[in-house]
């Protein structure tokens, strides 16, 4: 009796560990699950824009901002090479190229070695690519992205360095640096026998609706919000992703908000909320387009904070705010990251500026032995 009950308590553990182990080795040998990867980039940065910038136009605006649709947050260190406070240089040339440089150089390194901005790698890999700003185009940020030259001053040499490269879109002002040259060249005839349409005023641009486009709409920058600008950034955002989607290969796109970063040096409240403002505009231009679309990541932030701005009260339903300012400069406080879509868990966390062009190309399942 006792060798029958052993035979059967034999019997039922191999009825229960037999399954059991056929689950577990399965369940190992499943391989783990990869995030998607994304076709497009649409990168925003607001420059000057902080923390308090960011909560401030959140308060005046009822409690709502579109670049809090994101999902994923992070932050982000931003110091240069040879200073503790950086400037739109080497914060632009950190997010577009992945290196530390000096305060003043656009796209290349300590040694004026020339980088390659994450926009170059996107157009040498076949994607579109495009720029946009509420500045002119060849201003620090959006230069860092399309020219390599020792001096962000050198805005002659920023233009001429657009003829190198076959960037698709890009709108914004500086229409002097590209005809009213020292040199005599008239680039904008030369954009002209490249293929590019040249479109000098927004009608134009609203016009153009194929075909690589180079819209120099403002003589060097564009006025402020309080001046007037209306809508031209969304508007030119909106445009420029109009255009890039049409290439089957995907794109790249950076979207600068240019003003916050003079509102923060006028220590003056209201340009810079009506700056974040317009920029977050364009940010829902390009939330609603990744939403859409479903393989474009968003990322949101900005190259450095401006004007040490602190927030002293408000009142979220009165849609009202007071703020002081503590200095007319730039400060070297962290800066907040919003990202959305496909590869936007890469921007969780705490990192520096010189991470975002390995963080974009790992989302475009670029390699580093590819660059």
């Excluded at 998607?36 to 401030?56: C, E, R, S, T, W």
Aim: hydrophobic share 40%; with cysteine; net charge negative.
């Amino acid at each position: 009796m006792l060798t029958i009950f052993r035979k059967m308590n034999r019997t039922l553990l191999a009825i229960i560990l037999v399954p059991a182990l056929a689950i577990s080795i399965s369940s190992c040998s499943t391989k783990p699950t990869t995030q998607p990867q994304a076709k497009n980039i649409i990168f925003l940065i607001g420059d000057g824009m902080g923390l308090h910038q960011v909560y401030a136009a959140y308060t005046i605006n009822g409690g709502s901002l579109d670049m809090m649709r994101a999902t994923h947050v992070g932050l982000q260190t931003n110091y240069s090479a040879n200073r503790y406070i950086t400037d739109s240089a080497a914060s632009g040339t950190a997010l577009a190229c992945g290196k530390k440089t000096n305060n003043g150089m656009i796209g290349v390194d300590t040694a004026r070695n020339e980088l390659e901005s994450i926009l170059k790698v996107a157009e040498r890999k076949g994607m579109a690519t495009g720029l946009v700003s509420s500045s002119a185009i060849t201003h620090a940020t959006p230069a860092s992205f399309i020219a390599n030259e020792v001096s962000r001053n050198d805005y002659e040499a920023i233009a001429a360095d657009f003829l190198k490269t076959d960037i698709d879109v890009f709108i914004g002002g500086g229409l002097d640096h590209f005809t009213k040259r020292e040199d005599g060249r008239d680039l904008a005839k030369e954009l002209e026998t490249k293929g590019y349409t040249v479109a000098t005023d927004i009608s134009q641009v609203a016009a153009h609706t194929s075909g690589k486009l180079a819209a120099l709409t403002a003589a060097v920058h564009h006025p402020n919000m309080l001046s007037g600008r209306e809508d031209m950034l969304p508007f030119a955002a909106r445009k420029a992703l109009e255009l890039l989607k049409q290439d089957g290969d995907g794109f790249f796109v950076m979207i600068e908000g240019s003003q916050i970063d003079w509102g923060g040096h006028d220590n003056n409240q209201e340009y810079v909320l009506q700056e974040t403002l317009d920029f977050d505009a364009a940010v829902k231009v390009a939330m609603d387009f990744a939403e859409k679309d479903g393989e474009t990541l968003v990322v949101v932030t900005a190259d450095h904070e401006t004007g040490g701005m602190m927030i002293l009260n408000g009142n979220i339903e009165k849609k009202s705010v007071e703020t002081t300012f503590t200095t007319g400069g730039h400060t070297g406080i962290i800066i907040p990251v919003f990202a959305y879509g496909p590869g936007a868990e890469l921007f969780t966390g705490f990192y520096d500026n010189t991470d975002f062009k390995a963080k974009f190309m790992q989302a475009l399942g670029i390699s580093d032995t590819e660059e």
